[in-house]
C-alpha cells in the first residue's frame, strides 16, 4: 500500500505565496504520475498540475505562470504557489499513479491539506 500525506496548507492574503509539499511512504515505482487536484466548496474537484518521472509537467490554465510543480527528496513532490488569488482556494489533494509490482496503475489520493486566500 501506498499512503500520500499533504503539507504545507495555510491562509495567506491575495498576491501572496505558498509552498505544498507531497511525501509518498510506500513503492510506487520508477515510472509514477503524479498530480495535484484542488476541491473548492460546491465545485467539482479540478487537476491543478502534474508531474511524470520524466519530469515532463502540466497545468491547468488557470494557474500557469503561477503555480510551479517539482520533484523533491525521494518520493516527494511540491507546488510552489505565487501571486495566490481567492479562487485559489481549496483543499489541495495529491494524488500518485503507481508503477510498482503489486498496485501497478492504482491511483493513491492523501487526505488534502487547506490554502485559504482571503484578505
Known amino acids: 500500500q501506498v499512503k500520500l500525506v499533504e503539507s504545507g496548507g495555510g491562509r495567506v492574503q491575495p498576491g501572496g505565496s505558498l509552498r505544498l509539499s507531497c511525501v509518498a511512504h510506500?513503492?510506487?515505482?520508477?515510472?509514477?504520475?503524479m498530480y495535484w487536484f484542488r476541491q473548492a466548496p460546491g465545485k467539482e474537484r479540478e487537476m491543478v498540475a502534474t508531474?511524470?518521472?520524466?519530469?515532463?509537467t502540466t497545468y491547468a490554465d488557470s494557474v500557469k505562470g503561477r503555480f510551479t510543480i517539482s520533484r523533491g527528496n525521494g518520493n516527494s513532490w511540491n507546488l510552489q504557489m505565487n501571486d495566490l488569488k481567492e479562487e485559489d482556494s481549496g483543499v489541495y489533494l495529491c494524488?500518485?499513479?503507481?508503477?510498482?509490482?503489486?498496485?501497478?496503475?492504482?491511483?493513491?489520493w492523501g487526505s488534502g491539506t487547506q490554502v485559504t486566500v482571503s484578505s
Open positions: 508531474i511524470g518521472s520524466g519530469y515532463t
Open positions: 494524488n500518485v499513479e503507481s508503477r510498482a509490482i503489486g498496485t501497478y496503475g492504482r491511483n493513491f
Open positions: 510506500g513503492d510506487i515505482g520508477s515510472y509514477w504520475h
